[in-house]
């Protein structure tokens, strides 16, 4: 689906939800080729609110369309203060995925719509690799909650102080011990702005803001575990969500699944496939000795793939990347592969 289609859907979606404008904000999260949450949206959501300002004369009430598996954590309190500087009635519209970052810049909203497949997640970060020792065997970060948790495991396990005390003093043997400094930082920091984002609501309670940050960052145990709409109201104590229900939930999901298609959510990116579906690559031509055989060789540029969409009925704002994809099959059959990134960056049309 293109732009047509998308403006439409935008268009319904704000027809169902009283003429109040609408700014997508939807990240990839295919398999294999997920987009994080970072400060370049940054200016485009600025773009996006001056131009919506410009043609209402009236005072603008935004609907953040989010779809996002999480970032960078300081990118929600800088989206949700910049659109507070046009509009305090901003509502945060979840489809689908809602994780991490982007739960966190849920917690800024006046309201939070869920539709019944929407999902927010617990807000404890993670740390990037640089701050892993080289040799520790892990793969990708650390989440910051998994040191507060070996620490709790042997409070909870070891039956001698003692023994809680020598290992944790093994724990910079595996975590860089900078690290450890960092998660204190890093989960302090989390905390804070959510504190800070359910502060500048205007229904704000003080009362449950304690709790409910507790909840998202220490009670759920695992960053993945993804939180519906009934869990987030009765559990988490999120008591300014929205259930979406009938024609909203079906515009709801009208407008996700343009994105869907458009952006292949679905369908896991696996390079090489992508390449050879542009052409196969023929089998080297043998001769004597086969060792000899000089291997077969093709270069394929994949179609532009748009990555985030930054998208009003008035202007569409979009990320673009395209790999170019290099095949090798040498004369054992065995097919080698690398790629490189040709095109990255953001472009837009009406």
Same mark, same amino acid.
């Given at each position: 689906m293109g732009r047509p289609e998308r403006k439409a859907a935008i268009k319904r979606l704000e027809t169902l939800? !009283?003429?109040? *404008?609408?700014?997508?904000?939807?990240?990839?999260?295919?398999?294999?080729?997920?987009?994080?949450?970072?400060?370049?949206?940054?200016?485009?959501?600025?773009?996006?609110?001056?131009v919506l300002r410009r043609a209402s004369p009236k005072k603008l009430s935004i609907d953040l369309f989010l779809h996002s598996a999480g970032g960078d954590i300081t990118v929600p309190w800088r989206l949700m203060t910049l659109i507070r500087e046009y509009t305090d009635d901003i509502d945060v519209i979840v489809p689908h995925w809602c994780f991490s970052a982007a739960t966190l810049a849920a917690l800024g909203a006046e309201h939070i719509v869920m539709h019944r497949m929407g999902m927010l997640g617990p807000i404890d970060p993670s740390l990037p690799p640089p701050y892993r020792k080289p040799d520790d065997g892990v793969d990708g970060g650390i989440?910051?909650?998994?040191?507060? !948790?070996?620490? *709790?495991w042997l409070r909870d396990a070891a039956k001698k102080p003692a023994t809680v005390q020598e290992n944790i003093r093994l724990l910079p043997q595996t975590v860089h011990p900078l690290a450890l400094g960092a998660v204190w930082r890093t989960t302090q920091q989390g905390r804070m702005l959510a504190r800070k984002l359910l502060a500048i609501r205007k229904t704000a309670t003080k009362a449950k803001t304690s709790e409910v940050i507790k909840?998202?960052?220490?009670?759920?145990?695992?960053?993945?575990?993804?939180?519906?709409?009934?869990?987030a109201r009765s559990e988490i104590g999120l008591d300014f969500i929205v259930e979406a229900s009938g024609d909203l939930e079906d515009g709801i999901w009208a407008l996700y699944s343009t994105y869907s298609d458009e952006m292949r959510l679905h369908d896991p990116f696996i390079a090489v496939q992508e390449a050879l579906k542009l052409g196969p690559l023929a089998p080297p031509t043998p001769i004597t000795p086969p060792a000899n055989t000089p291997p077969s060789v093709a270069t394929r540029t994949l179609p532009v793939m748009r990555d985030v969409f930054v998208e009003t009925q008035l202007l569409s704002l979009f990320h673009e990347a395209q790999f170019e994809i290099t095949l090798l099959r040498n004369f054992t059959g065995e097919l080698l592969w690398t790629y490189a990134m040709t095109l990255d960056g953001w472009a837009e049309e009406n």
């Open positions: 939800r !009283g003429g109040r *404008k609408l700014i997508t904000y939807v990240m990839s999260t295919r398999p294999n080729y997920g987009v994080e949450m970072s400060m370049d949206v940054i200016p485009r959501i600025h773009r996006q609110l001056d989440q910051v909650e998994d040191v507060a !948790g070996y620490v *709790k909840r998202l960052s220490t009670e759920l145990f695992y960053h993945g575990h993804p939180i519906g709409r009934g869990e």
